[in-house]
């Protein structure tokens, strides 16, 4: 079991740059894949990226393919976001989440972490 907690959300203007955090706890956190999603008001969660095990294999969802960049380091069980060029369509809530298998979908996810919100200003 992983337990994981996202911070790093905020405030940022078109054009700008954040970079969130995800933060796990618990055993063997290199046996997961890791997933950033993200969910805005009346809408469905939808994948952003992932990382495999290694950190070696990434995904990017289309929308934020060249903007956004995941990493993770086993070492310190993190994983980071690294989003650049801000459009106020990636205004979200943005959840990190734990596989044991390399997936895209929500659902085959189980340890979710409790979110953190993105608001991008145009």
């Known amino acids: 079991q992983v337990q994981l907690v996202e911070s790093g959300g905020g405030l940022a203007q078109a054009g700008g740059s954040l970079r969130l955090s995800c933060a796990a706890s618990g055993r063997a956190f290199g046996s997961y894949v890791i997933g950033w999603f993200r969910q805005a008001p009346g809408k469905e969660r939808e994948i952003v990226a992932t990382?495999?095990?290694?950190?070696?294999?990434?995904y990017y969802a289309g929308a934020v393919k060249g903007r956004f960049t995941i990493s993770r380091y086993n070492t310190n069980n993190t994983v980071y976001l690294q989003m650049n060029s801000l459009k106020p369509e990636d205004t979200a809530v943005y959840y990190c989440a734990a596989s044991k298998t390399l997936e895209t979908q929500a659902a085959d996810y189980a340890y979710w972490g409790q979110g953190t919100q993105v608001t991008v200003s145009s």
């Open positions: 990382v495999s095990w290694s950190g070696t294999g990434t």
